[in-house]
């Protein structure tokens, strides 16, 4: 069995929920396996995340460069290649960074990349038998990957349970003089914070959320209507946004809006796992979707199979007369 | 300035309810409404944008079959200037790191400097963009949804998490992944099919290309798909039966229950 690598992503000294997932992942591909965190920074916090996933992992592996002062992909890459053993196994969380890392340092390392696995079957010799999904989240599939020349795999975050168990007890070993050289023809320059809205959504107690199945423009009106009758605010998915229909701050997902609301009642939006990542605490969902496969169904509460333009005033006239 | 612009036909999930075939091997694709891939059209509208600002020309290119050069006439009505159809027999089955490599070919053919993908098609990889760059060892950002012209480079934006956005200087030649949201995507009528339904075309295939079909196609995938199924519904929704004045009161039930109604 190859060696196993994790990917550590983490903020301000602390690491990512991804962390101890992607040790639960590595366990189901290799139970025996010795796994070893990657965890690449720059100065002062960067020691308290390498003891913190040395109490998880068999090793940490520190990598304090400059050049990680910011989480830089392109960097990362060169790096990873002069470091990693060439057969080696590296999961790295499927996010903003995975996606911009990983694809490219498959073929840098010549090895197989796996994208945005949400299972592990196991090892079979050189084979790793996975779970991925395709169309949005529709369908399901078995994927089984030669992994003989090593693998970068990306795991999707918060599907695996993290890995609670504090068995690791390795060393921080710093590799810091062995990265060769990591400069780069793509410059970070800043960060841009996401705009403040009309409405704070993350607050909200109860959100009437509006996907795709709105269909048009003018039925967002229709939305708002509900969501006042219930004394809730209007969020959505991602389309609305791309389609500029509703504000870039309304939207919730990976990418827009964490929010934690009591009820959140999902209206045309299939589910995808990005939008739902952006549904925290456990709120009671409820869905409406006229499409009775809609990914949306395996997580909500409670669902109706509707067509949210026919349903939705009527709810809404129902919810008046109360 | 020169742009290629990758693009892919897929089931257009937006108009289909995806389903498995009884043998559990595909996907129902008889009844499907194909079109070009979502993120791809946003890619091929940038693109535009960009050559109608700093002058030059955009060519569609796409692996695929017969069938895929529709996806290209489409793109090519937005307003690309050219489409390149790579087809062969043996670039069947190919994975995404043989997709890679057959686009890496192509565009060694020609003289780009600046290579568009969308950012994730219909199987949700996100990962052809990325190799490619690493095949050519050109720069790379994926997730971009601003994209500024400077001399002999670009300022780029990433979508990154909470709707924060990372900006980049990326030198030129680059390859960069596009999501969506980017630009409005122009409509393309009847009319704008029509006018293109006669340029031509070129195809390349393996040896137009000069690659080994056999090192690119189903034979050398090391990422293989087996089947496809529904995934298990674990506990699922409760959902709600009856007529819809019955549904309705369930549910403001429901919602008075659990802080729904203020």
């Known amino acids: 069995m190859a060696d196993i690598f994790a990917y550590i992503e983490h903020n301000q000294g602390v690491a990512e929920d991804s962390a101890l997932e992607l040790l639960t992942a590595a366990k189901k591909i290799s139970p025996d396996a010795a796994v070893t965190a990657i965890v690449m920074g720059s100065g002062g916090d960067l020691d308290k995340v390498c003891n913190e996933m040395a109490a998880s992992y068999n090793a940490v592996w520190k990598i304090d460069n400059a050049a990680f002062s910011f989480p830089d992909a392109e960097a ?90 504090k068995a690791g007890g390795g060393e921080v070993v710093d590799k810091s003089g062995d990265l060769g050289d990591v400069s780069v023809k ?17 607050k909200s107690e109860v959100l009437v959320s509006v996907g795709r ?8 009106e229709t939305i708002f209507d509900l969501a006042e009758a219930m004394g809730a605010d209007v969020s959505c998915s991602r389309p609305i946004v791309d389609a500029k229909w509703l504000e870039k701050p309304r939207q919730v997902g990976t990418s827009g809006q964490t929010v934690k609301p009591k009820v959140y009642m999902a209206l045309g939006i299939s589910g995808s796992f990005q939008h739902m990542g952006g549904v925290k605490g456990n709120p009671f969902i409820v869905a409406v979707n006229k499409n009775p496969k809609a990914p949306i169904f395996q997580v909500a509460d409670v669902g109706v199979e509707a067509d949210i333009l026919e349903f939705v005033p009527e709810l809404t006239e129902k919810i008046k007369e109360l | 300035m020169e742009i290629l612009v990758c693009v892919k036909r897929v089931p257009d999930t937006a108009e289909n309810e995806i389903e498995i075939n009884s043998e559990g091997n595909d996907i ?17 509208e940038e693109a535009i944008q960009i050559v109608d600002k700093v002058g030059g020309s955009v060519t569609v290119v796409t692996v695929g079959d017969e069938e895929s050069e529709e996806v290209l ?81 670009l300022k780029v934006g990433r979508e990154v998490e909470g709707g924060n956005q990372d900006m980049y ?65 674990g506990e699922g929704a409760e959902m709600l039966e009856g007529s819809t004045e019955e549904i309705i009161e369930k549910l403001i039930e429901y919602l008075k229950a659990k802080g729904g109604l203020k």
């Open chain 1, 76 to 165: 990362a890459r060169k790096a990873l290649v002069n470091i990693l053993p060439g057969d080696c196994v590296l999961l790295v969380p499927h996010a903003h960074l995975g996606m911009d890392l990983s694809p490219g340092l498959s073929i840098k390392m010549d090895s197989t990349f796996i994208s945005d696995i949400v299972d592990v079957e196991g090892l079979d010799g050189n084979t790793l038998k996975v779970i991925r999904q395709e169309f949005a989240g529709q369908v399901s599939t078995h994927v089984h990957a030669d992994i003989a020349n090593g693998a970068v795999v990306n795991v999707r975050p918060g599907v695996f349970q993290p890995d609670e168990s």
């Open chain 2, 73 to 153: 006439r489409r793109e090519m009505a937005m307003g690309a200037q050219n489409g390149l159809l790579l087809t062969d027999d043996g670039f069947e089955g190919a994975d995404g790191k043989g997709t890679a490599s057959i686009l890496a070919a192509a565009v060694k053919k020609g003289n780009y400097d600046l290579i568009l993908t969308g950012a994730q098609a219909d199987d949700g990889a996100a990962e052809v963009g990325g190799m490619l760059a690493a095949m050519l060892d050109y720069p790379y950002a994926s997730l971009v949804n601003t994209i500024e012209t400077q001399d002999g480079k």
């Open chain 1, 213 to 220: 199945g709105v269909e048009e423009e003018d039925n967002i």
């Open chain 2, 169 to 233: 200087e990326i030198e030129l030649p680059c390859v960069l992944s596009i999501q969506t949201g980017i630009n409005e995507p122009r409509y393309v009528g009847i009319r704008g099919i029509r006018k293109v339904a006669s340029v031509e075309i070129p195809e390349y295939g393996a040896s137009d290309l000069g690659i080994d079909a056999s090192s690119v196609g189903g034979d050398a995938a090391k990422v293989k798909r087996m089947d496809y199924f529904m995934p298990e519904m």
């Open chain 2, 28 to 44: 129902e694709r008889d009844d499907l409404v194909y079109s070009v891939n979502e993120w791809d059209n946003y890619a091929v």
């Open chain 1, 186 to 202: 793509r410059k970070y320059l800043e960060t841009v914070e996401a705009e403040a809205g009309e409405v704070d959504i993350t």
